[in-house]
């Protein structure tokens, strides 16, 4: 590993945070680990809310690549997916753009952190499908990938302050519950 560390956040409004009162999100507490773990990185959080896949793998190559320069240890992470839901991109779409994105970032080390649940049922059954494709798709493709749904739709703390924000939304102690999940992946994807 490079001294240089940097690591682009890609994806939608749980990427940047959204309604986290210390700005910090998931991806911002799992930078803040490692740096305590002694593993410092730069990282940018890449995360446009109301985005779906589509719009990510539009933007992904020019927002990484001034942020990613050659003799750096580059990496990227993806989150995206329930906004894909909610405007009713179609299932496949959203799986082509995964795949699309992670082939064409090939040379990097790559890993995905699959979508949260938010306060709708008939979203999470959909959010649900597209979890398990998109696992399958990152098997295939041999990219780590950390399933958040399952354990999130069952946890106190996001589930009541989603349902007590937006609607799709936590505070801290959701996000601190969703960085807790992807932590031990997070940490031997950085460190490994």
């Given at each position: 590993m490079s001294s240089d560390l940097r690591v682009c956040f890609l994806g939608d409004s749980f990427v940047a945070g959204?309604?986290?009162?210390?700005?910090?999100?998931?991806?911002?507490?799992?930078?803040?680990?490692?740096?305590?773990?002694?593993?410092?990185?730069?990282?940018?959080?890449?995360?446009?809310?109301?985005?779906?896949?589509?719009?990510?793998?539009?933007r992904w190559e020019a927002e990484c690549t001034p942020r990613l320069p050659d003799g750096c240890d580059a990496r990227i992470v993806v989150s995206f997916g329930v906004n894909d839901t909610v405007q009713g991109l179609p299932a496949v779409e959203s799986l082509?753009?995964?795949?699309?994105?992670?082939?064409?970032?090939?040379?990097?080390?790559?890993?995905?952190?699959?979508?949260?649940?938010?306060?709708?049922?008939?979203?999470?059954?959909?959010?649900?499908?597209?979890?398990?494709?998109?696992?399958?798709?990152?098997?295939?493709?041999?990219?780590?990938?950390?399933?958040?749904?399952?354990?999130?739709?069952?946890?106190?703390?996001?589930?009541?302050e989603v349902r007590d924000g937006d609607g799709a939304h936590p505070g801290a102690a959701g996000y601190e519950a969703l960085a807790r999940l992807v932590a031990p992946a997070w940490t031997r994807w950085v460190e490994g």
């Open positions: 959204v309604g986290d009162p210390h700005c910090l999100g998931w991806a911002g507490r799992l930078a803040a680990l490692s740096h305590r773990r002694g593993t410092p990185l730069t990282a940018y959080y890449l995360g446009v809310r109301r985005d779906t896949s589509a719009d990510v793998l539009a082509r753009n995964l795949r699309t994105l992670l082939t064409a970032a090939a040379p990097l080390p790559r890993l995905v952190v699959g979508p949260p649940p938010v306060d709708d049922e008939p979203a999470n059954r959909a959010l649900a499908s597209l979890d398990e494709a998109f696992a399958t798709a990152c098997r295939e493709l041999r990219v780590p990938y950390v399933p958040t749904l399952p354990a999130l739709v069952r946890d106190p703390a996001w589930m009541q």
